[in-house]
């Protein structure tokens, strides 16, 4: 994965040279945009691979360059929102946003999620269902199979959808709201309760590995270790 193009839309030229610097690292094209009439133009023109976008931007803002941007076109967009609101992360969602972070965040979450993101764009594209391999768990999305040290372990469906999004963001620290998104949808208005009792079902389930476990990230989340 690497030479794919991504458009950086933020007022703050800080963020958009940190962004460049992390994502330039990682092999990939950064482009950039400080208002949302430029991003408009573009993300219609130059057709990038996928979009940072903050939510607050002169000229348009975030929200109407995703409304824009979806009535056109299926380019994933991560959502950046100042604010930690539930308000913003859901309309943001619900304008068809693929993801979202809160600022200030980790840069390398970003590329971790960008890589995320990409590749279920790249499976879905190619039809690529081959099994993927963290340590001693080998699982298979075609046939919702999980293989642990060996051996062939049942879950559910959640459980199997979660323990794919740990796998595709492996090394990184998800918050229960962003598993809440991720494996529910942003329509799904559960507590972050429902996590935490899933995530202690697929320990169990993944008990067996020696090399592979859910680590908690105490007042944060969990990440998905080797």
Same mark, same amino acid.
């Given at each position: 994965m690497a030479g794919e193009r991504i458009l950086v839309v933020d007022d703050e030229a800080n963020i958009i040279d940190l962004v460049k610097l992390y994502l330039e690292r990682e092999g990939f094209k950064v482009e950039s945009a400080s208002d949302g009439v430029i991003a408009c133009e573009k993300i219609h023109t130059n057709e990038p691979d996928l979009v940072v976008l903050d939510i607050m931007l002169p000229g348009m803002d975030g929200f109407e360059v995703c409304r824009q941007t979806r009535a056109k076109s299926e380019v994933p967009i991560i959502m950046l929102t100042a604010r930690d609101e539930d308000f913003d992360k859901i309309v943001g969602l619900e304008l068809g946003a693929d993801d979202y972070m809160t600022k200030p965040f980790n840069p390398r979450e970003l590329v971790a999620r960008v890589k995320a993101i990409l590749r279920r764009v790249d499976r879905v594209e190619r039809n690529d269902d081959r099994p993927l391999q963290a340590g001693d768990i080998k699982?298979?999305?075609? !046939?919702? /199979?999980?293989?642990?040290?060996? /051996?062939?372990?049942? =879950?559910?469906?959640?459980? #199997?959808? +979660? +323990?794919?999004?740990?796998? /595709?963001? !492996?090394? #990184?620290? +998800?918050?229960?709201?962003? =598993? +809440?998104? =991720?494996?529910?949808?942003?329509? #799904?208005?559960?507590?972050t309760r429902t996590v935490d009792v899933h995530v202690a079902h697929v320990r169990k389930r993944i008990a067996g590995s020696q090399s592979v476990r859910i680590e908690t990230v105490t007042g944060v989340g969990y990440k998905l270790v080797e």
């Open positions: 699982i298979d999305p075609a !046939r919702r /199979e999980v293989i642990v040290a060996g /051996e062939p372990v049942a =879950l559910r469906a959640k459980e #199997f959808d +979660l +323990l794919m999004t740990f796998f /595709e963001h !492996r090394g #990184f620290v +998800l918050t229960r709201e962003q =598993l +809440l998104n =991720l494996v529910w949808g942003f329509d #799904f208005y559960g507590q």
